[in-house]
């Protein structure tokens, strides 16, 4: 009877000095529990915030692959020779367009490289064709032709254009030569699309990075896919990990953001074999962040007529980032 009176008092003595406990400590448990809960709504907040404009990223780069000059466009391209390259839609042509502009529509005059002459077009037929929005002014009509490098007297790259209902073209300039690149509207890629796919966002695909500059660009020796090398510069290059692997990818500059070209373990199964391209913003106090889930197909993903860059080796990723976008579908490689 006295051990069991001696254990009620316990079990009291116990029940008051919980109940004092929480009378006095009451207050910092409900704010640490509420502030507990207030971080982790913040940081649910972030994430759902986060994932809407990786997913607005998505959509906005389908919009443009989509749009009237998308690469979905892109129907063809033809390296000129020295001389005259007859330009029309009949198969005897130098250069043939699709089959809706005119069977014989000019005679384009394409100089050597090493000569200083300038290239032109002389226009055989002038229905419905417009120079750089302007109508055609008569047959026979001498039309300059800049190409989209941008060397003297073309500072911003912007070709001229030839238009003949839906299709355009005009010059793009390569190490291996001068081409004629055309696009339609009226595409069977373009019309035909199935959509961009994209691996779901992942955070853990999101690199804070150290950015290691140089004190001066450094040149550096970059393939593309038909086969030319061609010199580009870089200002430095990320330094990071990766589930413990560490990495260096190097980018040059494109307008006002970093532009990295790279290759990963997925690729050619899961995603594009070449490579995948991710621009991100200039770095700030040495720092810079990767986000993956960005990346994107090349445009030779799309169309057989462009002229992607490759990756050095410097960006070749022994592992597997399953981020951004996936390969399009029925690709082979």
């Known amino acids: 009877m006295k051990l069991r009176f001696t254990g009620l008092l316990i079990v009291a003595a116990l029940a008051l000095s919980g109940l004092y406990f929480w009378v006095e400590r009451k207050d910092d448990i409900l704010t640490n529990h509420n502030s507990s809960n207030h971080e982790g709504n913040e940081t649910i907040g972030a994430d759902k915030a986060w994932r809407e404009t990786v997913l607005k990223f998505h959509t906005d780069a389908e919009t443009r692959l989509r749009g009237p000059e998308g690469w979905l466009t892109v129907v063809g391209l033809t390296w000129l020779k020295p001389g005259d390259n007859t330009i029309g839609s009949d198969p005897k042509n130098a250069v043939v367009l699709p089959a809706t502009a005119p069977k014989f529509l000019g005679v384009i005059s394409f100089a050597k490289p090493d000569e200083n002459s300038k290239s032109q077009m002389k226009l055989l037929t002038i229905d419905g064709i417009r120079i750089d929005g302007v109508p055609a002014a008569k047959i026979g009509q001498i039309v300059e032709l800049k190409d989209d490098d941008p060397g003297a007297g073309n500072t911003e790259a912007k070709p001229s254009k030839i238009e003949v209902g839906s299709v355009t073209f005009f010059l793009i300039k390569r190490k291996n030569g001068t081409g ?76 006002d953001t970093l532009f990295f070209v790279f290759r990963d373990a997925t690729a050619g199964k899961e995603t594009y074999g070449a490579a995948r391209f991710l621009n991100t913003p200039l770095p700030k106090n040495n720092r810079l962040t990767l986000d993956f889930n960005r990346a994107v197909n090349p445009p030779c993903a799309f169309t057989h007529y462009a002229t992607c860059p490759l990756p050095v080796p410097e960006n070749v990723m022994k592992i597997a980032v399953r981020a951004g976008e996936l390969k399009p579908p029925g690709s082979d490689h």
Not at 225 to 248: D, L
């Open 180 to 255: 004629v690149r055309m696009r339609d509207q009226n595409s069977e890629a373009r019309q035909k699309f199935a959509g961009r796919h994209w691996f779901e966002p992942d955070p853990h695909f999101v690199i804070e990075a150290e950015w290691v500059p140089f004190d001066n660009p450094k040149p550096f020796m970059v393939p593309d896919v038909i086969g030319n090398i061609n010199e580009e510069k870089s200002p430095g290059y990320a330094r990071f990990e990766i589930e413990g692997q560490k990495f260096e990818l190097h980018p040059t500059t494109e307008d």
